[in-house]
């Protein structure tokens, strides 16, 4: 079946660095979605991308889907301590998977003052 | 968007019994899903809640373990069967509205502690 991969699975920084967090699918995917969760908090949708070669910006954070469009990257330009938690991808495989969402690992982010 | 409310959002339960857990939406969705995660592990799907008819599930879950109602387009139930400590993790009912190329919502959570 469909496997997401995502890598580091943990980052430490100092407030004010930058993080990235590398995502690859072992199929191609309709579309794939990132999502955050803060400890204790549940998953919260951050953004979408589903052309390939996409590139959407939301303030400091940018999102980036591969040509093949089975690969992604989100980068956090600048860190700041409300960043902290853990950024999933989620890739949807799309035709017959009816909705399913399939997660990585998690990257936890952990920010320093 | 969703609004999910997942009950109860957290329960101890011995050995050898049962929890349902409940997931009302706001509105009507198409899709539902349960998930299970560990503490600090990734999500993993247990099943799609298919209303009106029975759930979808995936590798390595079986109904007779996670029995799954869906009556209608805004509510559905997980059975967590004959639990072991093993069982113990948070599951998360979520939904997806409209066509698929659309976000998930996920409900709050239920943090399950089997002893």
């Known amino acids: 079946g469909q496997q997401v991969m995502q890598i580091p699975q943990y980052q430490h920084v100092q407030e004010g660095e930058d993080f990235t967090t590398y995502c690859n699918s072992s199929t191609t995917l309709s579309n794939i979605q990132w999502y955050k969760q803060r400890p204790g908090g549940h998953p919260v949708f951050l953004i979408q991308?589903?052309?390939?070669?996409e590139v959407k910006k939301q303030k400091r954070l940018t999102f980036q889907f591969g040509e093949a469009k089975k690969n992604s990257s989100l980068h956090i330009t600048a860190t700041q301590t409300t960043d902290v938690g853990t950024y999933f991808c989620?890739?949807?495989?799309?035709?017959?998977?009816?909705?399913?969402?399939?997660f990585g690992q998690g990257t936890i982010l952990t920010v320093h003052p | 968007s969703a609004v999910i409310s997942q009950k109860p959002s957290r329960d101890i339960c011995q050995r050898g019994t049962s929890l349902t857990i409940q997931c009302q939406v706001d509105s009507q969705v198409t899709m539902m899903f349960w998930y299970r995660q560990q503490p600090g592990q990734s999500l993993t799907l247990i099943a799609t809640?298919?209303?009106?008819?029975?759930?979808?599930?995936e590798s390595g879950f079986v109904i007779d373990k996670f029995p799954i109602s869906r009556p209608n387009l805004t509510f559905s139930t997980l059975t967590v069967s004959n639990m072991s400590p093993e069982d113990s993790s948070i599951y998360l009912c979520?939904?997806?509205?409209?066509?698929?190329?659309?976000?998930?919502?996920f409900g709050q959570g239920t943090r399950l502690t089997v002893v």
């Open positions: 809640a298919n209303q009106g008819s029975e759930a979808t599930y």
């Open positions: 991308l589903v052309k390939s070669g």
């Open positions: 979520s939904v997806r509205a409209g066509s698929p190329n659309t976000e998930a919502f």
């Open positions: 989620a890739g949807d495989a799309g035709g017959t998977s009816y909705g399913k969402l399939t």
